[in-house]
């Protein structure tokens, strides 16, 4: 079984400070890790995802997460918070070898950036 | 940029109802999926497909739930009696090749 747990309900940041979305995962095997941002009554919209490769990986609108296997992380970042950026943020796990691609969502971090 | 939309946009229906939730995923796609996400809480896996069968399915997908790709370009979702339980926003998905899940904007269903 694989599960997502984001920590944070809400992370407030000020703007042009740096932000961090907290993830972690759990799956059996390797993982593929996911960001999708929802802006009110919109849908998902995909970030960025890890698949292989180099652990830090980039996004749209500036985002980057980096992948940190040991720790089981995968926490999004951006170097500086824009207003616009406030939105609901989710992390998804998909397991490599799992035949129906299913996504296992985390609960979802509200983001406020403040001027 | 080619989307995944989804119609109606808000559905209104009455307990007992059948409902049937449209989606036209992104056209060379394969893969097509059901998520929910009731007020409040987190997004849901109800349901993949493929090749014309489903290919997973969550413990949610009971037997009032059913998928169908009735022609080249429709997915459809079918609750055949709607709960109140089943009010939610229902999102359809698709995957590409390049293993990202490009999300319809959703139908929100209300069950009164």
């Known amino acids: 079984a694989q599960s997502v747990a984001q920590p944070e309900d809400q992370v407030n940041v000020a703007e042009g400070n740096p932000l961090t979305v907290k993830c972690t995962y759990s799956?059996?095997?390797?993982?593929?890790l996911f960001w999708y941002v929802q802006y009110p009554n919109r849908g998902l919209q995909f970030l960025l995802k890890?698949?292989?490769?180099?652990?830090l990986v980039k996004g749209s609108y500036g985002f980057e997460a980096e992948f940190n296997k040991s720790q089981t992380s995968f926490h999004l970042k951006k170097p500086s918070a824009l207003v616009s950026d406030s939105a609901l943020y989710f992390c998804?796990?998909?397991?490599?070898?799992?035949?129906?691609?299913?996504?296992?969502f985390g609960g979802g971090t509200r983001l406020m950036v403040k001027p | 940029e080619p989307e995944v939309t989804q119609t109606p946009s808000h559905q209104v229906t009455q307990m007992g109802q059948e409902v049937i939730l449209r989606c036209v995923p992104i056209?060379?796609?394969?893969?097509f999926y059901w998520y929910r996400q009731i007020l409040g809480q987190k997004v849901e896996f109800l349901v993949s497909?493929?090749?014309?069968?489903?290919?997973?399915k969550s413990e949610i997908f009971d037997d009032q739930f059913s998928v169908e790709r009735p022609d080249g370009s429709n997915f459809t979702l079918k609750i055949r009696s709607t709960k109140l339980e089943d009010s939610a926003m229902y999102f359809c998905?698709?995957?590409?090749?390049?293993?990202?899940?490009?999300f319809g904007a959703g139908t929100r269903l209300s069950v009164l």
């Open positions: 998804a796990v998909r397991e490599v070898d799992n035949a129906g691609n299913m996504l296992t």
């Open positions: 799956v059996s095997g390797n993982p593929y």
């Open positions: 890890y698949i292989t490769g180099d652990n």
């Open positions: 056209s060379n796609h394969l893969y």
């Open positions: 497909f493929y090749n014309n069968e489903i290919s997973e």
């Open positions: 998905a698709s995957l590409g090749t390049v293993n990202i899940q490009y």
